[in-house]
């Protein structure tokens, strides 16, 4: 996929903030208490994640407390998400949607009168310094998956943006010549490819070229049909492989084994 202009990411970053404001207006209690699919967070818990981080990258600092009991904090900016989280949970899903739309409205004036110049600049993102144009990048791939994460909570599926969809998809992408080189069962001129829709726009292919794992087709070892949502929910570790598998789109021709690897291997996200 051709890198999106940055101007196309914010206007697709207001569309799912939009959609996360939508699908969780009128929510009662037990529907923001409803756990997801990260471990340890409800639907209150994702909407305070994504508002943290917008708040962080606009330099303000998560509160302070203690998280070191948290058994699934593995890093500091995982504890960074926690604070937020203990912070605001208290709070209520209501004040706590109030806040996340004004923060998002705040920021996405704010990005929407950036100058072309400012989207090369180095700051700061939960991966370390990046250029504005990356973190938007990873902003975009953070709130569509988390989008998921909360519908699928409350079991309300929606319309998904395409252009989220895709971007997430080819953030997703990058890695997988990590992967597949780690496994090391391809061998050269062998490929692996991925059926993931018409909607998907790839190649969603892999080949041994000699010297290492790169986009493109082969002699075809294993072809993986997938959804486009399963695939992702693999990548950040939401479902594990047998839940895929489970799942009545998913289906494998070729080498099974190395198919089941390669999913097995495909959770990058911590």
Not at 198 to 221: D, L
């Amino acid at each position: 996929m051709k890198a999106l202009d940055p101007t196309d990411t914010i206007a697709a970053l207001g569309r799912v903030w939009q959609s996360i404001a939508s699908v969780t207006d009128g929510l009662n209690d037990g529907e923001w208490a409803r756990a997801t699919e990260c471990p340890g967070w409800d639907v209150a818990d994702q909407v305070i994640h994504l508002m943290g981080v917008e708040r962080q990258i606009e330099g303000e600092q998560p509160p302070r407390g203690d998280v070191s009991d948290v058994a699934y904090v593995k890093n500091e900016f995982g504890a960074y998400n926690e604070r937020w989280i203990r912070d605001r949970r208290p709070r209520g899903g209501v004040a706590i949607r109030e806040e996340f739309i004004e923060v998002t409205t705040r920021r996405l004036a704010t990005l929407s009168s950036l100058r072309p110049s400012a989207f090369d600049a180095t700051v700061w993102s939960p991966m370390g310094d990046r250029s504005m144009a990356e973190l938007l990048t990873m902003r975009l791939f953070d709130s569509f998956v988390h989008e998921i994460d909360i519908r699928r909570a409350l079991d309300k599926p929606g319309q998904r943006d395409d252009v989220a969809e895709q971007v997430a998809l080819t953030w997703m992408a990058k890695a997988i010549p990590g992967v597949l080189g780690r496994i090391g069962s391809l061998a050269e001129a062998e490929s692996l490819t991925l059926e993931l829709g018409p909607g998907a726009k790839g190649p969603w292919s892999w080949v041994n070229n000699g010297e290492r794992i790169v986009p493109g087709s082969g002699t075809i070892r294993a072809t993986i049909t997938v959804s486009p949502e399963s695939l992702l929910l693999r990548y950040c570790g939401r479902v594990g492989v047998s839940e895929t598998l489970a799942e009545p789109r998913v289906s494998i021709t070729g080498d099974r084994e190395l198919a089941e690897v390669f999913l097995e291997r495909l959770n990058v996200v911590p």
